[in-house]
């Protein structure tokens, strides 16, 4: 009897030990080996599938830093305006969140105070930064625009075209108006995509394209292919002479999932 339980078990262990030597071999074959492809990082690569004693070398990935093309200040009924026009010439590359900083000096070249934001931009665009209506403590006579170490991201969603057509300014004489003087314009989403919220601009220039007065809005849940009508209001006089041309800018945030009307 004692014989007989001894054959079972050493019987019961070796179908053990098989099905497991099955069961190995079934999961190692599935199994792809480390390679300088998968996307994985293993086989003592420095990055992903670069690196270490069996990839080729990590190549390293300059960008051009965001040009700041300018920055001005205007005053507005005893408040103050100030845009800044900033560039990215990387072809690929965007940013979805820039820290920047609008930097208020006197006359005297003295530091007064500095107006905190977030932005973004996308890869190649040109725009412009924006805040108004700001209170500032002191007699500001210039600012400087600053922009904190960004995060550079390939750009996924690309072709985004938001023109704006037939803009124009009047005034308060036209019917209708919603304030002292407005622009409007018409605004379409050439993109494949529609979005949460896109961000308008419209700045007005003198005829020696000198600032004069600037806006900002957001229009919500544009979609692919839609046109609309946009108006962006002034509800007090706007000083500096009479008002020869307009720039209106449609700027949305495509590197933001969050901003992508499902």
């Not at 995509?193 to 308008?200: I, M, N, R």
């Amino acid at each position: 009897m004692e014989y007989k339980l001894k054959r079972q078990v050493t019987i019961g262990t070796v179908f053990f030990a098989v099905v497991l030597l099955i069961l190995f071999l079934f999961f190692w074959s599935g199994k792809e080996a480390p390679s300088c492809f998968d996307n994985i990082l293993n086989q003592g690569e420095e990055q992903i599938d670069c690196g270490g004693a069996f990839c080729s070398s990590c190549i390293e990935s300059y960008f051009e830093d965001i040009q700041v093309i300018s920055s001005n200040l205007m005053v507005f009924e005893g408040r103050y305006d100030v845009l800044a026009k900033i560039k990215n010439s990387n072809s690929q590359q965007g940013v979805s969140s820039i820290e920047y900083k609008f930097k208020f000096y006197d006359k005297d070249n003295n530091f007064i105070s500095e107006e905190k934001g977030k932005s973004y931009i996308l890869a190649g665009e040109t725009k412009y930064v924006v805040k108004s209506n700001l209170d500032i403590i002191g007699d500001p006579v210039f600012v400087k625009f600053e922009i904190e170490p960004v995060k550079w991201e390939e750009q996924k969603r690309t072709n985004i075209k938001l023109p704006i057509f037939s803009k124009k300014y009047e005034s308060s004489t036209v019917s209708g108006s919603a304030g002292v003087s407005q622009v409007t314009g018409i605004i379409e989403n050439q993109s494949n995509y529609s979005f949460v919220a896109v961000d308008l601009v419209a700045i007005l220039l003198d005829k020696d394209d000198n600032y004069l007065a600037i806006n900002q809005t957001k229009i919500n849940n544009l979609r692919a292919g839609e046109r609309r009508k946009i108006t962006m209001p002034w509800f007090s006089k706007i000083d500096g002479g009479p008002v020869a041309k307009v720039i209106m800018e449609a700027t949305v945030n495509a590197m933001d999932d969050s901003n992508i009307l499902r």
